[in-house]
T-cell receptor, first 115, second 115 residues
């Protein structure tokens, strides 16, 4: 176990649904991230939070809405998604952002299918 | 802009043979390079990193990587492959000059070790 827990593991939703992905880290880290993993594409950095403040929004469509109520929890709220949004969504944490040797600790991901 | 390229989608190697997973990078400043591994149904796990110093970096599970500045490469190697090494391997780079200092990943290389 990496200390980063994501729920649910699998999610199937229609394009008109609203759902949320949850991430929790038990490592005492201050930075949390959302990445999107699609087959044969680089991992796409979506959002970065440092000490609960959003420091990066990598041109992500507004149908994805992140929330970071505290340093241990991160949510990704989903609404009116498209089939091309189907992917594995990975949450990660690190002690902080900005360090040259900073390591990321990843959760197991939520496999999302949009019908 | 920073980027990494993993030219091989798939690498097959016989158990006991040496393995190499290739990675080349592009950054504007000094590169900070990483390898992560993803086992089935799991998130990414840190393997090793190059920040400065010796060009040969040793990491977890007997893996090592060689930093070659002239060839802008950071290939992952292991002298003797195990079946349990079968996984998806990601190369990543951090360019400290960009200000965001985030990790940018490649597309991944799937390693299959054949018994």
């Amino acid at each position: 176990e990496t200390g980063v827990t994501q729920t649910p593991r699998h999610l199937v939703m229609g394009m008109t649904n609203k759902k949320s992905l949850k991430c929790e880290q038990h490592l005492g880290h201050n930075a949390m991230y959302w990445y999107k993993q699609s087959a044969k594409k680089p991992l796409e950095l979506m959002f970065v939070y440092n000490f609960k403040e959003q420091t990066e929004n990598n041109s992500v469509p507004s149908r994805f809405s992140p929330e970071c109520p505290n340093s241990s929890h991160l949510f990704l709220h989903l609404h009116t998604l498209q089939p091309e949004d189907s992917a594995l969504y990975l949450c990660a944490s690190s002690q902080r952002t900005g360090g040259s040797d900073e390591k990321l600790f990843f959760g197991s991901g939520t496999q999302l299918s949009v019908l | 802009a920073q980027s990494v390229a993993q030219p091989e989608d798939q690498v097959n190697v016989a158990e006991g043979n040496p393995l190499t997973v290739k990675c080349t990078y592009s950054v504007s400043g000094n590169p900070y390079l990483f390898w992560y591994v993803q086992y089935p149904n799991r998130g990414l796990q840190f393997l090793l990193k190059y920040i400065t110093g010796d060009n040969l970096v040793k990491g977890s599970y007997g893996f090592e990587a060689e930093f070659n500045k002239s060839q802008t490469s950071f290939h992952l190697k292991k002298p003797s492959a195990l079946v349990s090494d079968s996984a998806l391997y990601f190369c990543a780079v951090r360019d400290m000059r960009t200000g965001a200092n985030n990790l940018f990943f490649g597309t991944g290389t799937r390693l299959t070790v054949i018994p």
